[in-house]
């Protein structure tokens, strides 16, 4: 519930129409299902910035979502990478 009121607050900062979803599953399978469901026009992920290894054994979200997606997808890094 406060992850929900935050983004709330967030969306009515900019000024912005915002749908906020929360689903359960497959994180990247969930995000490109609700953005086609929905009709997205984009979708913002955080990335960790992993590489290399890590990133091959950990998989990727942000890496699915963006080679799937029927939309746009922005990534945002963290800032200490």
Same mark, same amino acid.
Not at 22 to 48: M, Q, R, T, W, Y
């Given at each position: 519930?406060? +992850? $929900? @009121?935050? *983004?709330? @607050?967030?969306?009515?900062?900019?000024? *912005?129409?915002?749908e906020?979803?929360?689903? @359960? +599953?497959?994180?990247?399978?969930?995000i #490109?299902?609700?953005?086609?469901?929905?009709?997205?026009?984009? #979708?913002v992920? +955080?990335?960790? +910035?992993?590489?290399g290894?890590? $990133?091959?054994?950990l998989?990727?979200?942000?890496? *699915?979502?963006? $080679?799937?997606?029927?939309?746009?997808?922005?990534? #945002?890094?963290?800032?200490?990478?």
């Amino acid at each position: 519930q406060q +992850g $929900r @009121e935050t *983004l709330k @607050e967030l969306a009515k900062s900019f000024d *912005l129409k915002v749908e906020t979803i929360f689903k @359960e +599953g497959d994180p990247g399978h969930e995000i #490109i299902h609700a953005a086609e469901e929905f009709n997205a026009d984009l #979708i913002v992920l +955080g990335s960790h +910035g992993h590489k290399g290894w890590k $990133r091959f054994t950990l998989g990727s979200v942000a890496e *699915l979502v963006v $080679r799937h997606a029927h939309c746009p997808v922005l990534t #945002i890094k963290p800032k200490n990478q």
